[in-house]
T-cell receptor
Framework: GENVEQHPSTLSVQEGDSAVIKCTYS??????FPWYKQELGKRPQLIID?????GEKKDQRIAVTLNKTAKHFSLHITETQPEDSAVYFC????????????FGGGTRVLVKP | GAGVSQTPSNKVTEKGKYVELRCDPI?????LYWYRQSLGQGPEFLIY????????DSGLPNDRFFAVRPEGSVSTLKIQRTERGDSAVYLC????????????FGPGTRLTVL
């Protein structure tokens, strides 16, 4: 089955700096890659996603890149703010397999004011 | 509109007891997923429904776990003879299968088995 590895497990940045989280996946059939933000005790919230037919997607301060050949994708947060502090999860899925999500282990991001 | 809801929000039970966890998906979402999230880890897939039928139950850890969705809307996850290792947050998600991959998560049920 699919395996998703996520690094780093924790990330501390100064407010205003950039944060980068990287994930690798194993199943070449995976075609959808969402990123979720989860605050303590809350539900995972989708912040951005990318499909396998594009290499990059941007939404304000958040961007995601995908390298299908290398089977890795990354989340980039620019101009970080204290409210960006949370746990971020990458995931992958294959529409042909019912879209069940396989998650990475998560990255705890702390933005220091 | 209303998002995915789950009840109860917290459930404390004793080892060996039976529990039921309920999920109300977003209206009109035909696909429903159950995940389990242990402390400090990412959610792990349990089971996926397309309509009333379980399309993929490969993530259920053993036969003590069972889920139903009799009318294609509300789903119930049932755990028999609970064990301490079952303690986790059980998350439900729904999506418009076929139109979008995006899954919308509920707030979860925190299950504690004493």
């Amino acid at each position: 089955g699919e395996n998703v590895e996520q690094h780093p497990s924790t990330l501390s940045v100064q407010e205003g700096d950039s944060a980068v989280i990287k994930c690798t996946y194993s199943d070449s059939a995976s075609n959808y890659f969402p990123w979720y933000k989860q605050e303590l005790g809350k539900r995972p919230q989708l912040i951005i996603d990318i499909r396998s037919n594009v290499g990059e997607k941007k939404d304000q301060r958040i961007a995601v890149t995908l390298n299908k050949t290398a089977k890795h994708f990354s989340l980039h947060i620019t101009e970080t703010q204290p409210e960006d502090s949370a746990v971020y999860f990458c995931a992958s899925s294959d529409k042909a397999a019912g879209n069940k999500l396989t998650f990475g282990g998560g990255t705890r991001v702390l933005v220091k004011p | 509109g209303a998002g995915v809801s789950q009840t109860p929000s917290n459930k404390v039970t004793e080892k060996g007891k039976y529990v039921e966890l309920r999920c109300d998906p977003i209206s009109g979402h035909t696909a429903l997923y159950w995940y389990r999230q242990s402390l400090g880890q990412g959610p792990e897939f349990l089971i996926y429904f397309q309509g009333t039928g379980a399309a993929d139950d490969s993530g259920l850890p053993n036969d003590r776990f069972f889920a139903v969705r009799p009318e294609g809307s509300v789903s119930t996850l049932k755990i028999q003879r609970t064990e301490r290792g079952d303690s986790a947050v059980y998350l439900c998600a729904s999506s418009l299968a076929g139109a979008s991959n995006e899954q919308f998560f509920g707030p979860g049920t925190r299950l504690t088995v004493l």
